[in-house]
């Protein structure tokens, strides 16, 4: 059975950090390309970042230069680092693991941006 279980969200003030962990089931997570959508309300879901099996990243335009995305291949972890947090960023934000037509979703965290 594939899980993946994302962690880390919360409530942050404008500017600040936070760092999203995605726990991903060892049977898929070095075969997989990694990312993390979010998705916030009267929106439809957008692409945040990536990262392939060999460490390749990418990243969305509203993000570059603020968000990194990595895995630890050890302990079967994806993450997603957040600094200088805006307000525009409040979403739930899903974890992914993508493989030719195999796709799979985590449940999502919330993070939400607010002074």
């Known amino acids: 059975q594939v899980q993946l279980v994302e962690s880390g969200g919360g409530l942050v003030q404008p500017g600040g950090t936070l760092r999203l962990a995605c726990a991903v089931s060892?049977?898929?997570?070095?075969?997989?390309?990694m990312g993390w959508y979010r998705q916030a309300p009267g929106k439809q879901r957008e692409l945040v970042a990536t990262?392939?099996?060999?460490?390749?990243?990418n990243y969305a335009d509203s993000v570059k230069g603020r968000f990194t995305i990595s895995r630890d291949n050890a302990k079967n972890t994806v993450y997603l680092q957040m600094n200088g947090l805006k307000p525009e960023d409040t979403a739930i934000y899903y974890c992914?693991?993508?493989?030719?037509?195999?796709?799979?979703w985590g449940q999502g965290t919330q993070v939400t941006v607010s002074s």
């Open positions: 060892r049977s898929i997570f070095r075969i997989y390309t």
């Open positions: 990262i392939t099996t060999t460490g390749s990243t």
């Open positions: 992914t693991a993508r493989r030719g037509s195999d796709d799979y």
